[in-house]
């Protein structure tokens, strides 16, 4: 699959014109990681996007006593790191690779620079990113609840 047909089948970008996807897959940078590679940690400054294109990635919580929790496990189509782009604040959760991984991110200034460029465009993505945090925090609510309580 090309960068292309990622993006368009990506929630964030599903019903745009192949117009709308160049532009916005100009912004994009590709990166490949090795297995067991962190992407990013808790507490680290969000910066990114990330599409999964080929790979797999296990999101993560640490415990207070250092323990992991999985939350999501991760691979081609997917994307996390979606905080990233609508504030300046640090990482909620851990990202490594499992496999040999292949990604395409959007970095949060790259973002703003599309919202500039293509205002229609950005604010699709934004709603897509509101429905998507609404999915998943409804999916999650019962395993965060157990975590918090035990």
Do not use: W
Request: charged share 30%; aromatic share 8%; glycine share 6%.
């Amino acid at each position: 699959m090309d960068n292309l047909e990622l993006l368009e089948k990506t929630l964030f970008f599903k019903g745009c014109t192949k117009e709308e996807l160049e532009l916005a897959l100009g912004l994009f940078q590709e990166r490949q990681v090795k297995p067991n590679t962190i992407i990013f940690t808790e507490k680290m400054s969000a910066e990114a996007l990330y599409i999964i294109k080929n790979g797999a990635v296990r999101i993560s919580l640490t415990s207070e006593e250092g323990e992991d929790f999985q939350l999501l496990f991760l691979g081609p189509g997917d994307f996390f790191g979606e905080l990233a782009l609508l504030q300046e604040e640090t990482r909620l959760v851990n990202a490594r690779t499992i496999t040999q991984t292949d990604l395409v991110y959007l970095s949060r200034k790259d973002f703003h620079a599309l919202i500039d460029l293509e205002p229609r465009l950005g604010s699709r993505v934004l709603l897509a990113i509101g429905k998507l945090l609404s999915m998943r925090i409804n999916a999650y609510r019962d395993k965060l609840k157990e975590m918090l309580l035990s």
